[in-house]
């Protein structure tokens, strides 16, 4: 079966400091990767998403950046995190084939302070 | 502009009583529907969905009903417990030609008394 993984869970970071999120699916080859970000009282918000190795779209300008250097392995990154960056970061896969269906990760809470 | 709306925030509902959650669109290319469950700290989980070449699609006590020519759907869950207390969210696709990439509405928090 398919899991997906993402870590950390919890993140406190400064304002300014560099960030990295990692999200990692087991069980499927050449999945569709995303990263979406819910801000408090809002709704989910797709930020990238990855077709494949090296290819990223992006959905919303912001100051993140996503790399996918692996199959099944997906990575947020920022260089300078501003404080409006807090929120609850999801990871979510799709396969391949007609059901349109994503899963999500258990996510990441980051603060910015 | 929002494509995917779900106009109510809040739901509260008795258990053992039913829950409708609503659900409306704005793009008339969307064609495939899906509703996702979140706890909090959680990521959300896929519930159930429907394609537009349905206008119903049951699993257990959950119900989708799909009303095209409305651009709304709902989800009905029959009989409501204290554990679907959550936040759901409705997720709209238009598949053809698409990345296959899902528009969410901004969710409605149900809560289910005992």
């Known amino acids: 079966s398919q899991t997906i993984h993402q870590w950390p869970a919890t993140l406190v970071q400064p304002v300014g400091s560099p960030l990295s999120l990692e999200c990692t699916v087991e069980g499927t080859s050449n999945p569709n990767l995303y990263w979406y970000r819910q801000a408090a009282g809002r709704g989910l918000q797709l930020l990238f998403y990855s077709v494949g190795i090296g290819q990223i779209s992006s959905e919303v300008p912001q100051n993140l950046s996503a790399s996918r250097p692996q199959d099944r392995q997906f990575i947020l990154s920022s260089k300078k995190l501003l404080l409006s960056d807090s929120g609850f970061y999801l990871c979510?896969?799709?396969?391949?084939?007609?059901?349109?269906?994503?899963?999500f990760g258990p996510g990441t809470r980051l603060t910015v302070t | 502009d929002q494509q995917v709306k779900q106009n109510s925030p809040s739901l509260s509902v008795q258990e053992g009583r039913i829950s409708i959650l609503n659900c409306d669109y704005t793009?008339?290319?969307?064609?495939?529907f899906l509703w996702y469950k979140k706890y909090p700290a959680e990521g959300p989980t896929f519930l159930i969905s429907?394609?537009?070449?349905?206008d119903k699609n049951e699993d257990g006590r959950f119900t989708v009903f799909l009303n095209k020519s409305a651009k709304h759907l709902s989800l009905h869950i029959v009989p409501s417990q204290p554990g679907d207390s959550a936040v759901y969210f409705c997720?709209?696709?238009?598949?053809?030609?698409?990345?296959?990439?899902?528009?969410f509405g901004k969710g409605t928090k149900l809560s289910v008394k005992p």
């Open positions: 429907i394609s537009s070449i349905k």
């Open positions: 979510a896969w799709r396969g391949e084939g007609p059901l349109y269906e994503q899963y």
């Open positions: 997720a709209a696709i238009g598949v053809g030609g698409s990345q296959g990439n899902l528009i």
């Open positions: 793009n008339s290319m969307f064609d495939y």
